[in-house]
């Protein structure tokens, strides 16, 4: 264990210490002048800057979806994105990403002989807009989905940060830039020490995170002319996304970020305690107790980030005609043991339900009543089922996982018995770039999840490793 993780582990460890019971505590909203002094920059979004909703407009006619051939001669880089979630029960999620996520870039320079990674890290912070919450601290737009929140974000560089400025390799100009550079030519300890140097993004960060949202604001709002993260992207470098979260994906429709497609109903309002239209009162269940897509779901449709039948929408459009150039991982909310078929490849049926019949991409159709469940797990009941309540515990469903080796608990809190709530929207989407037929009408085969809940396993990071690495190296 290097230096900076031993201070990296004493620190979460003190943090984990006086942790909420959960993610989110729903108490009553603080006025405004509690966030004084916390402003943002105006964000362009479709030609519109972020004070005002984008027109709807007619989408532009789509090509059909190819598998471009191997990449060009020399097109050895890769462009990874490592969105964190860093609420407050995350100090065990953040100490496994710190422990071993230095693997992946490691294996791409030795295992696939890739040139270079422009490596960013964003939080899942992106407020609560319009409604003042406990912990999140910038309310209109959290951490903007700009890179390397330490330095650069409206919400993380204002909390008290593991300092790493002792390190031998946090220099100014990796500590303080959007982004770091690691090229295989660098000294080997130099690529396992300096992502550390921007990931440990802390606790109490927004504890009604906004996953997918984050990787949309960071790789297309904030990529744009004039955003904070232009020079991140490449065209020629392999697009790698890795998400690291316990909680299911919270991105509300705020429709100043509308990306034009379809009509924009906003839900902001999910976030005002008062608001009645919601599935309940908690904050929190209201992301976990709605029909997916119906009148109480108040996220954006997942189409907007991968849409097997618009190629030029979303993190798709990124790279025209070459779908496989993306890759997406997601160490989340599913059980120890994701479900695999008999070829080893996961089981997207088993564990978020089957899809309706000719329609394997409609998220919303799924019959969530035959997703994973284990009501016999050593540690207690497990459940990817939507809604499915947990009967010793009235503010939350059932965990996707509790951590490994736990041991059974009535307690809620998770700093007694750490767990995952289920990620079913992340899933879906890895589930998109491993199955759906986006290269060439066949699957992609680049979608993975793996368990938060297991901290002292590296495959999931070796596993993602080797995904990037063979399609870098077509």
């Known amino acids: 264990m290097t230096p900076i993780r031993r201070r990296?582990?004493?620190s979460l460890a003190l943090v984990a210490s006086a942790l909420f019971a959960g993610c989110y505590v729903n108490v009553v909203p603080l006025a405004s002048g509690d966030d004084a002094g916390v402003t943002d920059a105006p964000v362009t979004v479709d030609g519109n800057t972020g004070d005002a909703p984008s027109p709807d407009a007619a989408p532009s006619p789509d090509a059909p979806v190819v598998d471009g051939g191997p990449s060009p001669a020399g097109a050895g880089s890769v462009d990874l994105l490592v969105v964190i979630d860093n609420s407050n029960s995350m100090a065990h999620g953040q100490e496994y990403l710190n422990n071993y996520f230095s693997n992946v870039v490691s294996s791409l320079f030795s295992r696939y002989g890739v040139r270079d990674v422009h490596l960013g890290v964003v939080s899942t912070d992106l407020g609560t807009p319009g409604t003042a919450i406990p912990s999140c601290a910038n309310t209109d737009g959290g951490d903007l989905g700009v890179l390397n929140p330490r330095a650069r974000g409206m919400a993380t560089r204002t909390r008290p940060l593991v300092d790493v400025s002792g390190g031998l390799f946090c220099t100014p100009d990796i500590t303080d830039a959007p982004?770091?550079?690691?090229?295989?030519?660098?000294?080997?300890?130099?690529?396992?020490?300096a992502p550390l140097c921007q990931a440990p993004l802390g606790l109490g960060g927004c504890g009604l995170e906004q996953q997918l949202e984050a990787v949309y604001r960071a790789l297309i709002t904030q990529s744009q002319s004039g955003g904070r993260n232009v020079g991140f992207l490449r065209p020629d470098a392999t697009l790698a996304v890795l998400v690291l979260t316990d909680e299911e994906d919270g991105s509300v429709r705020d429709c100043r970020y509308h990306d034009g497609v379809g009509a924009c109903a906003d839900a902001a309002d999910v976030y005002e305690p008062a608001a009645t239209r919601w599935a309940s009162a908690d904050l929190n269940l209201r992301f976990y107790l709605g029909a997916a897509g119906g009148p109480q779901d108040p996220t954006w449709p997942l189409e907007r980030y991968v849409d097997p039948a618009r190629p030029t929408r979303g993190l798709l459009g990124l790279k025209p005609g070459h779908p496989e150039r993306i890759v997406f991982g997601a160490i989340t909310g599913v059980p120890l043991a994701v479900p695999q078929r008999a070829d080893g490849r996961t089981d997207w049926d088993a564990l978020l339900g089957t899809a309706s019949s000719g329609r394997p991409d409609d998220f919303n159709a799924r019959d969530g009543a035959r997703a994973y469940t284990n009501s016999s797990d050593r540690s207690g009941p497990t459940s990817m089922r939507p809604s499915?309540?947990?009967?010793?515990?009235?503010?939350?469903?059932?965990?996707?996982?509790?951590?490994?080796?736990?041991?059974?608990?009535?307690?809620?809190?998770?700093?007694?018995?750490?767990?995952?709530?289920r990620a079913r929207r992340i899933a879906e989407v890895a589930r998109r770039f491993d199955e759906s037929a986006l290269c060439g009408g066949a699957p992609c085969r680049n979608g993975m999840v793996a368990s938060?809940?297991?901290?002292?396993?590296?495959?999931?990071?070796?596993?993602?490793?080797?995904?990037?690495?063979?399609?870098?190296?077509?």
């Open 8 to 10: 990296l582990s004493s």
């Open 179 to 193: 982004f770091m550079t690691l090229r295989n030519t660098d000294d080997a300890m130099l690529v396992v020490n």
């Open 388 to 421: 499915d309540p947990d009967p010793m515990c009235a503010t939350r469903t059932l965990p996707a996982c509790r951590l490994r080796g736990s041991a059974p608990t009535l307690s809620c809190g998770v700093s007694d018995q750490p767990y995952a709530w």
């Open 452 to 474: 938060i809940c297991e901290t002292g396993d590296a495959t999931p990071f070796s596993a993602f490793a080797d995904m990037i690495g063979r399609r870098v190296t077509r």
